[in-house]
């Protein structure tokens, strides 16, 4: 009678040895997680500690390979990083690439250079906003689709190590397809280099042509994308070539102009594995060629608009030239993305449009790296509905009609930063203003004989009272302009009659550190600006950016010490076509994202690039934007996303409401709030800054007034999952113990602070619930509940087992004594069973069993980057020519 009970307390027991006791180790639970994640190397070619340099043999061998990783979704770009070897004080020479990869797992591969990568210690997500490198990066080398090895010619060499600026590789693999991991096997792709220490008198490069703008319209049979750039260093001489697009390429061609004739430098198809080909013939590039390429495109078979990306769903347009240079002079990377001349590719050879065949088994063999991934929209994902997280109304920016304390005496306000104290600093014009007679139709300023404005145009003023605590910038300037500190507290500032970019110390000495541009000189080349409107300052690496303006349409940047180093314009939209800029004319850099946010004013509408490159990432254009948008600034504050502040101008229609400022979630596009002053209405609200504790000032040229705005306290009511939650919350107090001394987040937001006033601009998910008491989290809850789940199967076993016991009792009326086993058993059944409700359970612990995967399900994507671009439905082609520069 008792042998059913104690088989299953034995039972019991075994099975609470073998899946209790794992469950609660958190030491087993750790190591499935790390198997999990890929990073067991051993079922992967371990990560070598480095080559083994013979001091005998200058030539040794270094494989870069990836550590057993396993993608999760396709369309996954992973990086890893691995320093250089040291080879004492010389510098190491790259003469060999040989793949360690196959197309049925990599999508493509590439191998950079640079002094900083994102990581040391472990590979990284790189198709996000991240990327490769903290630096500038050189590509070294490109491998996809079965490619052969790459031999370099003699007495050449890609120098890497001591001061080449390249101290690690990173290897960046782009996984197309996940279907190829459904065994779940480890991938350890990469490159193995063959280095040698031995000086090589060519030191190899990369000049790399790549459209940006390409549209190819679905069903149309050709589509051809045209890149050209002049040539404007010492020679090269290209040695072998490759091309690479996606499905939709059919040739790809690159050629060398030189007084008007076309020499070929390659020609291939991009369907064929893409290796570095051979050059076709010996093309040496000199000082005042043109550098020329084309892709021809079909869109048969598409039955949308397919643009550039990094998704297998998009396309690429990529012809690079691997050369050699003298290493006196050697220049390790170069870029061209400018889009050709329709005047200059009517005389590109007629080759370039005739497609190279590629056998159908080749075409087949390729399927599968076009499949194509739905990206799901945030909004749908769990956790994420406009029910759970609404946006609270009842709190927004306000005047503060207090500030300034004094009157501050200002000219037309051109210019806003904050400093590195969280001071305000203002740039105006003083007696001087941009009228109509302020330029000529070229450009140039008119009224120098006023000589430079004699009044200070740089103001420090306290951002609590607006008292002035320094002033400078006398007899300099002629009409400013924009205005932005970087880690050092200089000022960088941009005068339009002068077209000049101005570098100054802040110590009220009127130091000019750097100066960018020649004065009163228009022109539209690297070394010239016309009109320059804003610089924004990237703190990691120094690099600046120019927003180059009235007359010309560009971006351009430059290294900290004021080298050119690219330029671009307007991205790509995604419902329509290109439409260049019309007046960048404010910028903002968002460090965390490495990206930069262009206000392009008579566009209307806002776009951000990826820092590094020039990418285009999206575009936000709201029709409560009207027909211009002004200025903007970053705030890394109210949650992963941030916000942008813009203030837009004046509308010739009468349906649109007086200028205005917003408060935009970077990531969602969204609206969070307007603001406006409450005594009169902006005139020309000229530029806009944030400080850490959520403080808003814009600057009005019209007016000649800059305005405060702050959150005042608010009884607010938020609802959420039905429940009605009411809170009064002391505004200062929040701040003040939230904030901590951080550098400028203006237009270089770097802090990572959430001021009161931005989290109630972001949806209400992170508010803090006073009268509703959430649940509390304990690290324990998983294992318990894993045990809990495995212990009711075995508890109905054995209360089965009682009852059979029970039945068999009063069959042959044994009357007995219960156990003290039986009754403990029996107590246990009924407290396991009879009072635990699962659902219940489970339900009052929803807040935690959704921990970590809302993370996962809005991390951003392809997708969302190349996408979700637009929200205009009235784009221009081309944008009509710009009115004469107004006062602005």
């Known amino acids: 009678m008792m042998g059913y009970p104690s088989l299953c307390v034995i039972l019991l027991a075994f099975i609470w040895n073998i899946y209790g006791q794992e469950a609660l180790n958190p030491l087993n639970r750790s190591k499935r997680i790390q198997e999990s994640a890929g990073s067991d190397f051993s079922d992967c070619l371990p990560r070598a500690n480095g080559p083994q340099i013979s001091s005998d043999s200058p030539n040794f061998s270094m494989a870069l390979r990836m550590p057993g990783v396993i993608p999760v979704k396709s369309d996954t770009y992973l990086c890893m990083s691995f320093p250089v070897p040291t080879t004492g004080s010389r510098a190491a020479y790259v003469v060999d690439f040989m793949p360690q990869a196959s197309m049925n797992t990599v999508h493509h591969m590439l191998l950079f250079g640079c002094k900083t990568p994102v990581s040391i210690t472990n590979y990284w997500d790189c198709g996000t906003t991240r990327g490769t490198c903290v630096d500038e990066t050189s590509i070294l080398y490109a491998w996809a689709r079965n490619a052969p090895p790459t031999n370099l010619p003699k007495d050449v060499g890609f120098e890497v190590g001591r001061n080449s600026g390249v101290s690690y590789f990173v290897l960046q693999i782009h996984y197309g397809d996940v279907n190829a991991f459904r065994d779940h096997h480890k991938d350890c792709s990469g490159v193995t280099l063959r280095i040698t220490s031995t000086p090589q008198p060519f030191i190899a490069g990369i000049y790399l042509l790549m459209s940006m703008d390409t549209v190819i319209q679905p069903g149309k049979r050709v589509t051809n994308a045209d890149i050209a750039c002049d040539y404007k260093s010492y020679p090269i001489y290209p040695f072998a070539f490759r091309t690479h697009t996606h499905r939709l390429g059919k040739v790809v061609s690159g050629y060398r102009i030189r007084n008007g004739k076309w020499s070929l430098i390659g020609r291939q198809s991009p369907q064929l594995p893409q290796a570095f080909y051979p050059t076709n013939h010996d093309v040496d590039v000199q000082y005042g060629d043109m550098l020329a390429a084309?892709?021809?495109?079909?869109?048969?078979?598409?039955?949308?608009?397919?643009?550039?990306?990094?998704?297998?769903?998009?396309?690429?347009?990529?012809?690079?030239?691997?050369?050699?240079?003298?290493?006196?002079?050697?220049?390790?990377?170069?870029?061209?993305?400018?889009?050709?001349?329709?005047?200059?590719?009517?005389?590109?050879?007629?080759?370039?449009?005739?497609?190279?065949a590629v056998s159908p088994e080749t075409m087949n063999s390729i399927m599968h790296m076009e499949h194509s991934t739905g990206h799901q929209d945030s909004s749908s994902m769990p956790g994420t509905t406009s029910e759970e997280q609404p946006v609270d109304k009842d709190v927004h920016l306000e005047q503060d009609p207090l500030w300034p304390q004094n009157s501050l005496q200002l000219g037309q306000v051109s210019g806003l930063a904050i400093d590195s104290d969280s001071n305000l600093v203002i740039f105006h014009r003083g007696d001087h203003h941009w009228g109509p007679d302020s330029f000529d139709s070229q450009a140039i300023y008119q009224q120098r004989f006023l000589g430079p404005i004699q009044q200070s145009t740089i103001l420090v003023v306290n951002r609590e009272n607006g008292n002035i605590l320094k002033a400078s910038g006398r007899n300099i300037f002629y009409l400013p302009h924009g205005i932005t500190t970087d880690k050092d507290n200089n000022y960088w500032v941009t005068d339009v009659a002068l077209h000049q970019v101005l570098k100054m110390s802040s110590d009220g000495s009127d130091t000019i550190l750097l100066s960018l541009g020649e004065a009163f000189t228009p022109e539209s080349d690297h070394n010239h600006f016309c009109q320059p409107t804003d610089v924004a300052v990237d703190y990691e690496t120094g690099n600046i950016f120019v927003s180059d303006g009235y007359c010309n349409a560009r971006i351009l940047k430059f290294s900290a010490d004021?080298?050119?180093?690219?330029?671009?314009?307007?991205?790509?939209?995604?419902?329509?076509?290109?439409?260049?800029?019309?007046?960048?004319?404010?910028?903002?850099?968002?460090?965390?994202?490495?990206?930069?946010?262009?206000?392009?004013?008579?566009?209307?509408?806002?776009?951000?690039?990826?820092?590094?490159?020039?990418?285009?990432?999206?575009?936000?254009?709201?029709?409560?934007?009207?027909?211009?948008?002004?200025?903007?600034?970053?705030?890394?504050?109210?949650?992963?996303?941030?916000?942008?502040?813009?203030?837009?101008?004046?509308?010739?229609?009468?349906?649109?409401?007086?200028?205005?400022?917003?408060?935009?979630?970077?990531?969602?596009?969204?609206?969070?709030?307007?603001?406006?002053?409450?005594?009169?209405?902006?005139?020309?609200?000229?530029?806009?800054?944030?400080t850490k504790n959520g403080s808003v000032f814009v600057g009005d040229a019209a007016s000649m007034t800059v305005f405060k705005f702050t959150a005042e306290k608010a009884h607010r009511?938020?609802?959420?999952?039905?429940?009605?939650?009411?809170?009064?919350?002391?505004?200062?107090?929040?701040?003040?113990?939230?904030?901590?001394?951080?550098?400028?987040?203006?237009?270089?937001?770097?802090?990572?602070?959430?001021?009161?006033?931005?989290?109630?601009?972001?949806?209400?998910?992170?508010?803090?619930?006073?009268?509703?008491?959430?649940?509390?989290?304990?690290?324990?809850?998983?294992?318990?509940?894993?045990?809990?789940?495995?212990?009711?199967?075995?508890?109905?076993?054995?209360?089965?087992?009682?009852?059979?016991?029970?039945?068999k009792n009063n069959r042959y009326e044994v009357k007995t004594e219960p156990s003290a086993v039986g009754g403990i058993l029996g107590k246990i059944s009924g407290k396991a069973v009879g009072s635990l409700n699962l659902g219940n359970f489970f339900a009052s612990h929803k807040g935690y069993s959704r921990q970590g995967f809302d993370q996962l399900s809005t991390e951003g994507s392809d997708q969302e980057r190349n996408g979700e671009s637009s929200e205009s439905e009235n784009e221009e082609y081309m944008a009509r020519p710009p009115p004469p520069p107004s006062s602005s």
């Open 717 to 807: 009511s938020v609802k959420k999952a039905g429940i009605e939650v009411q809170e009064l919350e002391e505004m200062e107090t929040f701040i003040q113990t939230k904030v901590t001394p951080e550098q400028n987040i203006s237009k270089t937001a770097a802090v990572k602070q959430k001021p009161y006033v931005a989290q109630h601009l972001k949806p209400l998910e992170n508010e803090k619930k006073k009268t509703v008491p959430q649940p509390k989290k304990e690290h324990g809850f998983l294992p318990v509940a894993i045990m809990v789940l495995l212990l009711i199967p075995l508890l109905l076993v054995i209360s089965v087992g009682v009852f059979i016991c029970w039945r």
């Open 294 to 356: 084309r892709c021809m495109f079909t869109g048969e078979g598409r039955s949308k608009e397919t643009y550039i990306g990094g998704s297998s769903d998009d396309e690429m347009c990529n012809f690079y030239i691997m050369y050699y240079m003298d290493s006196k002079h050697a220049i390790p990377y170069m870029n061209c993305m400018k889009q050709g001349s329709t005047k200059l590719f009517q005389h590109i050879p007629p080759e370039a449009n005739i497609p190279i």
């Open 562 to 690: 004021g080298r050119y180093l690219s330029e671009w314009g307007a991205g790509s939209s995604d419902r329509r076509r290109r439409t260049p800029f019309r007046i960048p004319h404010s910028l903002a850099f968002l460090p965390e994202k490495n990206e930069l946010c262009v206000a392009d004013r008579e566009n209307g509408r806002i776009q951000c690039f990826i820092a590094q490159t020039g990418e285009f990432v999206k575009e936000i254009k709201k029709e409560e934007f009207g027909e211009s948008v002004y200025a903007i600034t970053f705030s890394p504050a109210g949650g992963e996303d941030g916000i942008i502040f813009a203030v837009n101008g004046n509308s010739l229609s009468e349906n649109f409401p007086p200028p205005t400022g917003f408060a935009i979630n970077y990531g969602t596009k969204d609206i969070l709030d307007t603001f406006a002053p409450k005594k009169r209405e902006f005139k020309m609200p000229h530029d806009i800054a944030v």
